[in-house]
């Protein structure tokens, strides 16, 4: 398998610019979480879904954030419009009946 | 509110020194206990993992950990580092009630001299 995939790996753009990151969960598995991770406040869980239905998005951090995931194969991650503050790693990972989590390589956003 | 600490942030270590690093929770129920790395750019991988069972749990690498219920404490260990093991390292507890969610500590970073 090729493990969890994210798209792009790295995003640069302005701000108040819509801004779409995008995951491909592990085969089979059944939950996939969103994380973003910064130097001020580590790693935090945005939302996380089971069964490509969202079970607790209390993390995400303000109307301007929204995920979807259409079919158990893939999810979005949307920030509009997006804020210089918004800048840091977005992790996506997967596991299978809430077990070992796997994690996607990450995708680096910068809002100038 | 469930929360995980890690006592150190950063951690400087010659090679073939001795490694512990300190990670308590604060949650009484049953938990599963991670412990993940994150390599210099990189994503984060899972070194090792306790559900239940023997509580001295051995991971990749030479790493080893230690649940101690008594103390909600899971310190991760390993004899003796090397300068590739430098690195972040995370801490995590999966509630057992709250489905695959895990809560993360602050991470610790150890920069392993040559």
């Known amino acids: 398998d090729a493990g969890v995939i994210q798209s792009p790996r790295h995003e640069v753009t302005e701000m108040g610019q819509e801004v779409t990151l995008r995951c491909k969960p592990i085969?089979?598995?059944?939950?996939l979480f969103w994380y973003r991770q910064t130097m001020m406040r580590g790693l935090e869980l945005l939302i996380y879904f089971n069964n490509n239905v969202p079970i607790d998005d209390s993390g995400m951090p303000e109307d301007r954030f929204s995920a979807k995931m259409p079919n158990a194969s893939f999810s979005t991650l949307k920030i509009q419009p997006s804020e210089p503050r918004d800048s840091a790693v977005y992790f996506c990972?997967?596991?299978?009946?809430?077990?070992?989590?796997?994690f996607g390589p990450g995708t680096r956003l910068t809002v100038l | 509110a469930q929360s995980v600490s890690q006592h150190n942030h950063h951690v400087i270590l010659s090679e073939a020194a001795s490694l512990e690093l300190g990670c308590n929770y604060s949650?009484?129920?049953?938990?599963?206990l991670f412990w993940y790395v994150q390599y210099p750019g990189q994503h984060l991988q899972l070194l090792l993992k306790y559900f239940s069972g023997d509580p001295l749990v051995k991971g990749i690498k030479g790493f080893e950990a230690e649940f101690i219920k008594s103390k909600f404490s899971f310190n991760l260990r390993k004899p003796s580092v090397q300068w590739s093991d430098t690195a972040e390292y995370f801490c995590?507890?999966?509630?057992?009630?709250?489905?695959?969610?895990?809560?993360f500590g602050q991470g610790t970073e150890l920069s392993v001299k040559p």
């Open positions: 085969s089979g598995h059944d939950y």
């Open positions: 995590a507890v999966n509630l057992y009630n709250q489905g695959g969610k895990l809560i």
């Open positions: 949650y009484g129920g049953t938990v599963n």
């Open positions: 990972a997967s596991s299978f009946q809430g077990g070992e989590q796997f």
